[in-house]
């Protein structure tokens, strides 16, 4: 495979439509991929805040679906916290997941462990494996679409630059995205 | 000659129940976004099976079992 092919003129159109289509995935993609970075980024922070929530015991409870009672430290997105309990063993921490399904909202243990920072670090890996599922759904959605709008046409290098600039999203390493973009800016 | 059209029943095409949706459509049905359908893909709360090229399908049991769990 050549990755320094140059793009046809279609390619490059087929490229833009492909992008104007798939704009809403793509803004989404970005924007929870830095809130994830963000998350990443502030580690010790966060965890920081979770002792000095500790410290105040002034969060609300929150009971996930397994029966578990958690006193609610920090907001990690707009539904995940990271939350605590005391037990025998000493100090359990978790991130809990509030899901508000239309039937009604799910509580659900994401991670869970003795040690934060642990816990965030487990979360945020879990993270990154959502990420890829979504990646390499996106990438078979252009695909399809190529396909579809373009039978006949080799759009492999279009849909292989949707790939890397997903990628890139995901790792920040511009400069692997910048060489195997095969011609067409990602 | 002019033909006298066949008297024929009206039709009435009945909606195609759907087998499965894309995810975006099953993060609409279920009234959530994209990032949490696939974190419950991710984590298995729901099964899905990947059609050309590896798009996820998510099977409408699958959604209606996910909402009857958190019925309970």
């Known amino acids: 495979?050549?990755?320094?092919?140059?793009?046809?003129?279609?390619?490059?159109?087929?490229?833009?439509?492909?992008?104007?289509?798939?704009?809403?995935?793509?803004?989404?993609?970005?924007?929870?991929?830095?809130?994830?970075?963000?998350?990443?980024?502030?580690?010790?922070?966060?965890?920081?805040?979770?002792?000095?929530?500790?410290?105040?015991?002034?969060?609300?409870?929150?009971?996930?679906?397994?029966?578990?009672?958690?006193?609610?430290?920090?907001?990690?997105?707009?539904?995940?916290?990271?939350?605590?309990?005391?037990?025998?063993?000493?100090?359990?921490?978790?991130?809990?997941?509030?899901?508000?399904?239309?039937?009604?909202?799910?509580?659900?243990?994401?991670?869970?462990?003795?040690?934060?920072?642990?816990?965030?670090?487990?979360?945020?890996?879990?993270?990154?494996?959502?990420?890829?599922?979504w990646k390499d759904d996106l990438t078979a959605q252009v695909w399809e679409h190529l396909s579809e709008k373009h039978p006949h046409q080799d759009m492999s290098i279009v849909a292989e630059s949707f790939e890397i600039k997903l990628a890139r999203e995901m790792s920040r390493r511009e400069t692997l995205a910048q060489n195997q973009s095969r011609g067409i800016h990602v | 000659m002019e033909t006298i059209p066949e008297n024929r029943e009206p039709t009435t095409a009945l909606p195609v129940e759907r087998l499965a949706y894309s995810v975006q459509e099953a993060a609409d049905m279920l009234g959530i976004n994209y990032f949490t359908m696939y974190r419950l893909i991710q984590r298995q709360k729901i099964k899905t099976c990947r059609v050309l090229r590896g798009k996820l399908l998510v099977p409408r049991t699958e959604l209606l079992q996910l909402l009857q769990t958190d019925l309970r």
């Open chain 1, 1 to 133: 495979m050549n990755y320094y092919e140059r793009p046809t003129p279609l390619q490059e159109q087929a490229y833009t439509e492909a992008r104007q289509q798939f704009a809403e995935q793509l803004k989404q993609f970005k924007s929870n991929c830095d809130a994830l970075h963000n998350i990443e980024a502030n580690l010790s922070v966060t965890a920081n805040d979770m002792s000095r929530a500790i410290r105040q015991a002034s969060g609300r409870i929150i009971q996930t679906d397994d029966g578990t009672q958690w006193q609610h430290d920090v907001d990690l997105t707009r539904i995940t916290s990271v939350c605590h309990r005391h037990t025998p063993a000493g100090l359990e921490f978790a991130v809990v997941e509030c899901l508000p399904l239309k039937s009604g909202e799910m509580n659900d243990v994401l991670t869970r462990g003795n040690d934060a920072t642990e816990v965030l670090q487990h979360f945020a890996r879990d993270q990154r494996q959502v990420f890829k599922v």
